[in-house]
């Protein structure tokens, strides 16, 4: 199944998200999107994440330090803890900063009480509305919007310059703002730069944080793949390479992107007209599409709402994955930081089980909600103990 890029993604006529995404990829269409994409694609190719990875891990290492202090079996949200890992993640690998820097702090808190505000997190930001729709953001968005991108923009600036005097670090936010766009051979202005920052700390940051919520939550209630993970992660040797040996971390991880997938539905609007499973779809038209339910088709996948990683290694698995599986999307318009969560998430989760052991909190068990990212509506709460 693929989405092709012909079909813009209509988020930019969303109510939520212009005050802070700017002209950013996510809300881009056609010769400004594709031109984009041409630019931000290298930084995270595969082999550019080797470049990344001790940035990855050291954030992965602060907030396995950061949550087995709260691991006295007492229970605790785990959302929070999880957000602010895949945040100190985005920041480290872009500016080389961690979480604890100033800035990065401020833009965190920024984040969270824009949030606060509404819209953003809620997916009717992302739906499009007609056009005889008022269109208001409160004025608290809008204030919040702007604090975060003063703060990004200073971050951009103060790196476009050290640019221009040969001493930027060698992270994410160097790399494209020094990559030319092969056809046209033009860079990103800084401007530009500060809205496709934006997307990246808000697209990088939310998902990765829901998947490893879930994930750990999945790992708390099945006992056995938590042992299984984390005797794989004893033997982890904390190296780039050795991530390809992390196979039940990654089977997990896979595993809770099918069972909750982080982005539940995608909106695509028909460039032309159509003809979709017999069905005529008008020129214009919003077609919606759901992961979740994708993720949980009966025809489709064996016992679909069974947590089983081991399914990832049959035949059965591999055709799914192929066919009805879409966490990242699909097509031209598919996630360019697939990458980086696939190598972030199984990465988190070595890291935090060998240091600590998850229960479930029997109390309080999660129900999902889809706000921007599938959420637990009262948190996801679990509690750990000390892996000796
Ligand atoms: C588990 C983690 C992640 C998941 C499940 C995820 C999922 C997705 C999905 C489904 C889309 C398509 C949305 C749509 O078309 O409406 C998307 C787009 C995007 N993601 Fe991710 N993402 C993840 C992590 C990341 C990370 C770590 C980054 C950056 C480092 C990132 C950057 C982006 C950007 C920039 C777009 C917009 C692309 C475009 O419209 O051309 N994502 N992501």
């Given at each position: 199944?693929?989405?092709p890029?012909s079909?813009?993604n209509?988020?930019?006529s969303?109510r939520g998200v212009?005050?802070?995404?700017?002209?950013?990829?996510?809300?881009?269409?056609?010769k400004?999107?594709?031109?984009?994409r041409?630019?931000?694609?290298?930084?995270?190719?595969?082999?550019r994440?080797?470049?990344t990875?001790?940035a990855?891990?050291?954030?992965?290492?602060?907030?396995?330090g950061?949550?087995?202090?709260?691991?006295?079996?007492?229970?605790?949200?785990?959302?929070?803890e999880?957000?602010h890992?895949?945040?100190?993640?985005?920041?480290r690998?872009l500016?080389?900063?961690?979480?604890?820097?100033?800035?990065?702090?401020?833009?965190f808190?920024?984040?969270?009480?824009h949030?606060?505000?509404?819209?953003?997190l809620?997916?009717?930001a992302?739906?499009?509305?007609?056009?005889?729709?008022p269109?208001?953001?409160?004025?608290?968005?809008?204030?919040?919007?702007r604090?975060?991108r003063?703060?990004?923009?200073?971050l951009?600036?103060?790196?476009a310059?050290?640019i221009?005097e040969?001493?930027?670090?060698?992270d994410?936010?160097?790399?494209?703002?020094?990559?030319?766009?092969?056809?046209?051979?033009?860079?990103?202005?800084?401007q530009?730069?500060?809205?496709?920052?934006?997307?990246f700390?808000?697209?990088?940051?939310?998902?990765?944080a829901?998947?490893?919520?879930?994930?750990?939550?999945?790992?708390?209630?099945?006992?056995?793949?938590?042992?299984?993970?984390?005797?794989?992660?004893?033997?982890?040797?904390?190296?780039?390479?050795?991530?390809?040996?992390?196979?039940?971390?990654?089977?997990?991880?896979?595993?809770?992107?099918?069972?909750?997938?982080?982005?539940?539905?995608m909106?695509?609007?028909?460039?032309?007209?159509q003809?979709?499973?017999?069905?005529?779809?008008?020129?214009?038209?919003?077609?919606?599409?759901?992961?979740?339910?994708?993720?949980?088709h009966?025809?489709?996948?064996?016992?679909?709402d069974?947590?089983?990683?081991?399914?990832w290694?049959?035949?059965?698995?591999?055709?799914?994955?192929?066919?009805?599986y879409?966490?990242?999307?699909?097509?031209?318009?598919?996630?360019?930081?697939?990458?980086?969560?696939?190598?972030?998430?199984?990465?988190f989760?070595a890291?935090l089980?060998?240091?600590i052991?998850?229960?479930?909190?029997?109390t309080?068990?999660?129900?999902?909600?889809?706000?921007?990212?599938?959420r637990?509506r009262?948190g996801?709460?679990?509690?750990?103990t000390?892996r000796s």
């Amino acid at each position: 199944m693929n989405v092709p890029a012909s079909s813009p993604n209509p988020t930019g006529s969303g109510r939520g998200v212009r005050p802070l995404l700017g002209q950013s990829v996510f809300v881009t269409n056609g010769k400004q999107w594709e031109r984009q994409r041409r630019i931000i694609d290298p930084a995270l190719e595969g082999g550019r994440l080797r470049e990344t990875f001790p940035a990855l891990h050291a954030a992965g290492a602060a907030a396995a330090g950061r949550i087995a202090r709260l691991a006295d079996g007492r229970p605790f949200d785990i959302e929070p803890e999880a957000s602010h890992a895949a945040a100190d993640a985005i920041f480290r690998t872009l500016f080389s900063i961690p979480i604890e820097d100033h800035t990065a702090t401020a833009v965190f808190e920024a984040f969270r009480q824009h949030q606060r505000t509404q819209p953003l997190l809620n997916l009717a930001a992302f739906v499009p509305l007609p056009s005889w729709f008022p269109r208001f953001h409160r004025w608290r968005t809008l204030a919040t919007a702007r604090k975060i991108r003063r703060l990004i923009g200073g971050l951009t600036r103060d790196r476009a310059k050290a640019i221009e005097e040969g001493t930027a670090p060698d992270d994410l936010a160097t790399k494209i703002m020094t990559t030319r766009d092969p056809l046209s051979g033009e860079r990103f202005a800084w401007q530009e730069m500060v809205d496709q920052v934006a997307i990246f700390f808000l697209a990088g940051h939310e998902t990765s944080a829901s998947a490893l919520s879930w994930a750990l939550w999945l790992l708390a209630a099945h006992p056995e793949w938590q042992d299984r993970a984390a005797a794989e992660a004893m033997a982890y040797d904390d190296s780039f390479a050795g991530l390809g040996k992390l196979r039940v971390c990654r089977d997990v991880f896979r595993e809770a992107l099918r069972l909750y997938p982080p982005v539940p539905m995608m909106v695509r609007e028909a460039a032309c007209p159509q003809t979709f499973r017999g069905r005529a779809v008008a020129r214009g038209a919003q077609i919606v599409l759901s992961p979740w339910h994708l993720h949980r088709h009966e025809r489709i996948w064996t016992e679909p709402d069974r947590f089983d990683p081991g399914r990832w290694n049959t035949e059965d698995g591999r055709h799914c994955a192929r066919e009805a599986y879409l966490p990242f999307s699909r097509g031209p318009r598919v996630c360019p930081g697939a990458g980086f969560a696939m190598v972030e998430g199984p990465l988190f989760l070595a890291l935090l089980l060998r240091r600590i052991r998850f229960h479930v909190d029997e109390t309080r068990l999660p129900v999902p909600v889809a706000h921007l990212t599938v959420r637990g509506r009262d948190g996801i709460w679990l509690r750990g103990t000390p892996r000796s």
